[in-house]
């Protein structure tokens, strides 16, 4: 659950089906302590509650924006032309294309309004909750350790696979 | 050109370097005498100059949307998003995927807001016209009878490049 | 149910198996109160039944023709050859290939014959008969007030979604 | 240029801009002193034209039809769907897709119309003649002889090249 | 079940698994009392057992040579690299990447060397068959009325589906 | 140039030759006032180098490294693995699939180690220069103005060239 | 299990996910009773523990290194960049885009660093053994009957399947 | 210029129009010493001469097959299925398709005959000189140190490529 007040991390996503995917960004948030806002926003759908979403987006404190969105995505985009925030698009897998159309709808931006894309789907979710974390850290240092410590676990839990292996190959 | 008034049909494109594409929608409204007002306007980069002309296309008498853009192509989608008249993308081919992201991200629209999509490149643009024009005809019953016409002048061309190429097998 | 006379919407599809995704065409038109006929008419099996079919078109009232097809679909290019009215092609992902196959033998047409290209499946159906409503609306303005309180609809419906997340975030 | 009378191959194509292609088919035809006719004739420009020449090509003793096109290359398709004469498909790359787009609207077509499909641009085009002769064998047995004339010719020009490669080398 | 003599058509596979697809190009030549051999035989694995199989296939009364093979797709232009009888290729979606591999890897043949590819999968193994008779029926009239049959029961059974269609709606 | 020290953006490229595409990300960073070093350092063939430059990084005073790479583009994700400050891809196209190659290989990171990708060549460069002073502004507050401003430009500039083109069209 | 000391092939894998597949190359070594070390080492998350291994590799007595790797698949090309011995890459399937991430992110490696790269999941993991062991046949001569034994055996198993077939197809 | 006797590695290629691209082989090769014999053989127009080569090439002294082939690139998997040598592939970009069909033709090998490919074009072609040395040198350890220097060479050019760049930038 997010915090009552002062959300640094706006999760937005196209469509409530994106909801399992845009899960592992908030789990990853709450993991680092990182406030953040969930919320169901179209690009397509209802692109005035977009807009009034994202003008407020710096007076209410936010941070970064992370955008999924699946087929012809547009969330991130849109949401990228009207901040000067940072924008964190996620294509979703969620079209009989394998999520190609939602990757080339996100990162083939124009220059001049960049959209940072990660990877299709939850490997990619869980890293834009990472990234956002990366940029919020070059202000609040206490991220820092975090991230560092982050990237520990990440090796040791691959050394702890290793052993299992092992074991399992000995068997 | 466009006539001072009353025009019929919206040419949107993201760039000024969508003009020599965009330009093939624009003869063929003049060859069918329909008015258009042709504007650049980025879905990125002036979104609310886009969302002000949007908002006042159909009080100001347009009756269809023609929208070209390349790359993460959302110009069709971010229009389709804010008027109900029908909105026609063409995808450009402006990156160096050959056109395939400004199709993926044109056509690949969420249900509840159509973009009828066209061929990529200039064949697209003029059929964006004729399109229109067609959509036009459901009322404008003039219309009917050029766009008979036409269908029968694009047989007729063909025959008459077969006659040139009889001449020129025979000699 | 489609009524009995004087349909204005023709719902096209090259095969039986298509029918599951064209019955999101035929729900949506329904809603509109939109009559509509629907047919199994192969462009590569059939072809003299769709061109009888399409040269009647006109003269028995139809308004737009919308064609779902898989594979190398021609049924929306061979329907737009042969007719003037406005053609929507829905691609059906029913081969291997994720529907990229019928999504670039839908939209790639030569100039001079468009198709109104769509999403792939069940997406680009429902659009389909949005997209038609929007054409026919042109004429027919009792249809515009459908199409905002749609259009109001989806954004209501997204809204909602939020009020959801939200609680169940807070729970 | 082909004789004037008893033509057993039709050589189609969708537009004039693909002659330069389609050559390759004749010169090969030529080569084999297999007599053919070649017309542009468009799926999507001039349906009936194409009706016509398919309906009238058995009786007029054609007996294979190559059919060239691009972009959403329907011709051989709708060629094969009105006649039970075998028809071969050549993919032109006349789209900013690479052939791909013509080559799926080709080659994936539904069961009970197959297009026998052959490579992208001139090699497909030579081959195509290729096949045709191979087929007309079956039952001309005097082409046999030339195909298997060719063949060898294949593996000579393959030599010879071998021989010239290794002179360069040595010198 | 094949005959036990002068098969007129091979049906060739490069792995067992393949049978289930190929079984459709059997089951289409059974239906059209066409004679066949069916076997497995892989470019890859057995190319002796393969060589030995194409060189004495025109002696032994082939007339037409049906490969189907997935992946790396081989075998067709290995077979018709060695044969001047017509080569037909079969995609076959064995491998990650949705038959795309399979279909590059049998279509895109050198100039001199044609395969007739058809769709990917099981609408290509039928076709596959089709395309069999209709060069033998250049030959052996007889086919040619079984053809024009076929062709008249394709359009048959989609007015059969239609009339099912119209009750369906109309219940 | 950039300043002799403390620079706080690393714009490193795996060959030589992706240097006029990179020089855009310095132009960008340039224009915004923001120091930054530019270095060549192979992921493959210099990955000593690349490990020394990225472990002394932070304590260098770096707060964002960017990372432009052609073909198996490993370079973003190389450095990623090796630092906690935030990456940023820059895929290139300079191998013969156009950059898709570039791209995938820059995006779809495994969870944990994200790389923020932007668009393929030239438009990409320059948003990664606006995205690094995006995340910068973060911290120094006086780059959220001339975010602001550069944003207005742009919009500024689309508007001009509409001027640009309305003189065009009623010369 | 892999022998207790001097193993002449590494296995590495970028996550314990990919160990399915990786199975099938331990397998195929066991077959040919080449000894070998199998290890998850993420290019990514553990890029120390990769170097580590990599640069005692040699000395260690292993010969040859095979990688598999998924998505932004690095692991094969930062190995390949560590060491002069050869190195395999087997591309695997666990994204959305089929596979094609994984092989181009493994095939396209730069001039000077080569990954020899084999198909994409289970076929390409029992290759990379295959090839492994031709590798080191170039100096253990005692392979080089395993290897003939083998190929007969596949040619073998062929026939043994098509005896089958026939046994099938006659009853 | 290859030496006049026991060449240890065949650079065969599909069609002489491939020789730019395999000549970067044999520059490599020569590079380092290696004794070489350059080919054309095609696996579709001279199959029993690929044959011949390939039946003798063990005995002849050969250790180690390398194949270039574009389009349905078969060479190296028919070379593949003749002998227990390493046989390493090099797709070649010579279609429409950009080298996409050579790749997945040349890559997507069944199990039990793998093909090591490298990446498309010339950087694959200097690529598979390397993977032959260091196959090599598993027996000639004296190539050992040959491929150690290159590999600092590499390191040492970027290096030196960095020093131009630095003086470029403070010019």
Redesign the interface.
């Known amino acids: 659950?997010?915090a009552p007040k002062k959300p640094q991390v706006a999760i937005l996503m196209?469509?409530?089906s994106d909801?399992e995917v845009m899960n592992e960004t908030a789990q990853v948030l709450k993991d680092f302590k990182v406030l953040y806002e969930?919320?169901?926003?179209?690009?397509?759908?209802?692109?005035?509650?977009v807009?009034r979403f994202v003008k407020q987006a710096k007076s209410r404190g936010f941070?970064?924006m992370i955008c999924g969105a699946g087929?012809?995505?547009?969330l991130a985009?849109?949401v990228?032309?009207?901040t000067?925030?940072?924008v964190?698009g996620v294509p979703i897998?969620s079209?009989?294309?394998?999520?190609?159309?939602a990757?080339?709808?996100?990162?083939?931006?124009?220059?001049?309004?960049?959209?940072?894309?990660?990877?299709?789907?939850?490997?990619g979710a869980?890293?834009?909750a990472?990234?956002a974390c990366?940029?919020?850290?070059?202000?609040e240092t206490s991220l820092?350790g975090k991230?560092?410590k982050?990237?520990q676990n990440?090796?040791a839990?691959?050394?702890k696979?290793?052993d299992?292996?092992k074991k399992q190959?000995?068997s």
């Open positions: 659950m997010s196209g469509s409530d909801l969930m919320k169901v926003l179209s690009a397509h759908r209802s692109p005035e509650d807009q941070k970064v087929g012809a995505a547009h985009g849109v990228a032309a009207q000067t925030l940072p964190i897998n079209s009989a294309l394998g999520g190609l159309d990757l080339l709808a996100t990162v083939q931006m124009p220059a001049g309004i960049p959209v940072a894309t990660v990877a299709i789907g939850k490997a869980r890293n834009a990472i990234l990366q940029m919020l850290s070059l202000k820092q991230l560092a982050f990237k990440l090796a839990s691959i050394r696979k290793n299992h292996l190959l000995q």
